[in-house]
RNA sequence: AGCGAGGUAGGGUAGCCUGGAGUACCCGUCGGGCUCAUAACCCGAAGACCGGAGGUCCAAAUCCUCCCCUCGCUACCA
């Protein structure tokens, strides 16, 4: 029995995830803590808000309220719509709270005690009129290059070229429109990230081997080749945790820096004790998920930050980096309440309908394309016509034929069934979650061929007259039954809902636990089986076309 | 522009590290079977110059080089 600690990604906390993020990073997560729960293992999965960083103070503004109560709201929010997708956090905390201020300081302080932290000056874009310095991405203006008028101040989106802000011609503030910015002086403490960079490359080249991404490895390797830079790590702003030091009264600490060690933090929030034995605990084993656009976060920064700080944290045992998926057909919007994200998503289909059809389409090694056409060939003919009708059609059977049916009955011995049990372990020791939720689908398929060949229904028939058949009919719905009951395990990471039902037709009310694989069942055939799916009806085609 | 990943039947994927006949899976299509089940299920077939061009090798989807396309990162977007 392993220590298992599973982070997925903070969602920010400014706006509704839509269905990329989710399936990026807390889905996944879930998943796999569910799996590993099942099998017995000591497993917690720690997730949270992000409510630090500017679009968060931007949002609060446009609002009309402080940052930290926006923040909140958006927490409590994201929170319940979790929940409504089933997902079971150990906690779902946030990182604007004194634990996490507490673990943020102690670290930011070693970094410093230690000498990895470079004090540096720079120029800085302020606005007169908000009276605010303002981020790269907040200077807008005329691109030196194209001349086109959309240029941001760090990249040109129209000719693609990297900038810096004081390039831009025409230069004026995207908060408030206006051209009153001037260039003022700052200073910032950087995370000397070249101190450590041997030690990273280390730490990676042996770490990777625990399943960690072709693209995570190399890129991270790749970065450090070309030689890590010192990093800021505080901002010149008001919201988030104020740098500890006298002379740094206007800054804060990086929200990436808070959002790192907030995995920390709400470990704290759960257990104000038990949090050290995860997170000091060198046999613990870190596994985070994570979508591919902050790896680097992940497989360099925190690495870096918690060696340079010594304070005995563990780094990541497994980077499991997610690609994105993406739709030309439908809109995924960031923005409150608009496009199909995690609130309109689950307003047209139940949890497990997008938790099995999201994590089949898992953009785990590349991005993936979502359409109404995936999903609804998901549901329909996986989900429902091979899952599903399966169980639909080896419960009924068996409840209109009770008196072939055995009282107890053994775990099913059938090498083929054995072997997709494996599989589906090993797949999910691997986290390879798409070929877990394959073998998923492989039993029942299985089971619908086992069905086919061997017609229990005509032998049925013929087992009053017919010793032998009898004999034969009885063998086969305890296998039918035996695979229809495993299925309803093996179906529990992904859909919680359907497995819960499946499984009360066995009799069991809590949840499952890989042991159960080989107990003997007393199926429960007294109340009618109803389909633990349904197919996607023209209303909810029609409700997700209004995404399009 | 540099770096990383991806490009495989109509659609979606696995295979690539460690070369062995384009091998496999799901959807869709076509043909057959079944009638227990939610018009569901099962069996079979057709369908691919494996992004392009070179190279290495007895043999390349797999290894090497160059090119094209998509996505991500490039250190103050987070």
Redesign the pocket.
């Known amino acids: 029995m392993g220590r298992y600690l599973i982070t997925a990604a903070l969602p920010?906390s400014y706006s509704v995830p839509h269905l990329g993020n989710f399936v990026g990073s807390v889905l996944p997560a879930d998943v796999y803590h569910k799996y590993l729960k099942m099998r017995g293992d000591d497993a917690i999965y720690v997730c949270g808000s992000?409510q630090h960083?500017?679009?968060t103070e931007l949002a609060a503004i446009k609002a009309g309220v402080a940052p930290e109560v926006l923040a909140d709201e958006m927490h409590e929010k994201i929170k319940k719509l979790f929940e409504k997708y089933e997902c079971t956090f150990t906690y779902y905390g946030k990182t604007n709270t004194p634990e996490n201020k507490g673990v943020v300081y102690s670290i930011f302080n070693e970094l410093y005690n230690n000498g990895y932290l470079l004090e540096r000056e720079?120029m800085?874009a302020y606005c007169n009129v908000d009276e605010r310095f303002l981020?790269?991405?907040l200077i807008e203006g005329t691109c030196p290059y194209c001349h086109k008028r959309n240029a941001r101040?760090?990249q040109c989106d129209n000719c693609?070229r990297?900038l810096e802000p004081a390039q831009i011609k025409d230069p004026f503030c995207a908060i408030c429109g206006k051209s009153e910015i001037r260039f003022v002086k700052?200073k910032?403490l950087a995370l000397e990230?070249n101190k450590l960079q041997g030690d990273i490359a280390k730490f990676i080249k042996k770490t990777s081997k625990n399943n960690w991404s072709?693209?995570a490895v190399?890129?991270s390797l790749?970065?450090i080749k070309?030689?890590?830079?010192p990093?800021?790590i505080t901002?010149?702003m008001k919201w988030g945790f104020p740098v500890p030091l006298v002379g740094y009264e206007n800054s804060v600490i990086y929200?990436?820096i808070t959002?790192l060690i907030g995995y920390i933090g709400i470990t704290k929030q759960w257990d104000s004790k038990r949090w050290r034995d995860y997170w000091q605990n060198e046999h613990t084993q870190l596994i985070q998920f994570l979508g591919?656009?902050?790896t680097?976060f992940h497989t360099i920064i925190w690495p870096g930050m918690a060696m340079g700080s010594r304070l005995g944290f563990i780094l990541p045992h497994t980077i499991k980096e997610s690609?994105?998926l993406v739709s030309k057909t439908l809109k995924f919007s960031k923005s409150h309440g608009v496009g199909l994200n995690m609130k309109t998503a689950i307003e047209i289909l139940g949890a497990d309908y997008w938790r099995f059809s999201l994590m089949y389409?898992y953009p785990?090694?590349?991005?993936?394309?979502f359409s109404e056409r995936?999903l609804v060939?998901t549901v329909n003919?996986?989900m429902?016509?091979?899952i599903?009708?399966l169980a639909?059609?080896v419960l009924?059977?068996s409840k209109s034929n009770r008196s072939l049916i055995e009282e107890e009955i053994p775990s099913t011995k059938d090498p083929k069934v054995r072997r997709i049990i494996k599989e589906y372990e090993a797949a999910f020791d691997k986290l390879q979650l798409?070929k877990a939720i394959g073998a998923v689908v492989k039993l029942a398929?299985l089971g619908?061929?086992i069905?086919?060949?061997r017609?229990p229904?005509?032998l049925a028939k013929n087992a009053k007259s017919d010793a032998k058949a009898e004999r034969q009919v009885r063998e086969i719905f305890s296998e039918l039954l035996s695979i229809t009951y495993q299925l309803g395990i093996l179906l529990y990471p992904f859909t919680p809902r359907a497995s819960a039902e499946l499984l009360s037709y066995f009799g069991i009310r809590s949840e499952p636990t890989s042991a159960m694989l080989n107990d003997k069942i007393r199926p429960k055939l007294d109340s009618d089986p109803k389909?633990?799916?349904?197919?996607i009806t023209d209303k909810e085609t029609e409700s997700l076309r209004k995404y399009s």
Not at 364 to 369: I, Q, R, T, Y
Request: proline share 3%.
């Open positions: 920010y992000d960083g500017t679009p720079d800085q981020t790269d991405r101040g760090d693609g990297l700052t910032n990230l072709k693209d190399n890129k790749s970065m070309e030689g890590l830079k990093r800021d901002r010149n929200v990436w959002g591919k656009d902050n680097i690609q994105f389409m785990e090694n590349a991005d993936s394309e995936a060939e003919t996986i429902n016509d091979k599903g009708n639909q059609r009924k059977l798409k398929e619908n061929s069905m086919s060949d017609e229904w005509v389909p633990i799916f349904q197919k």
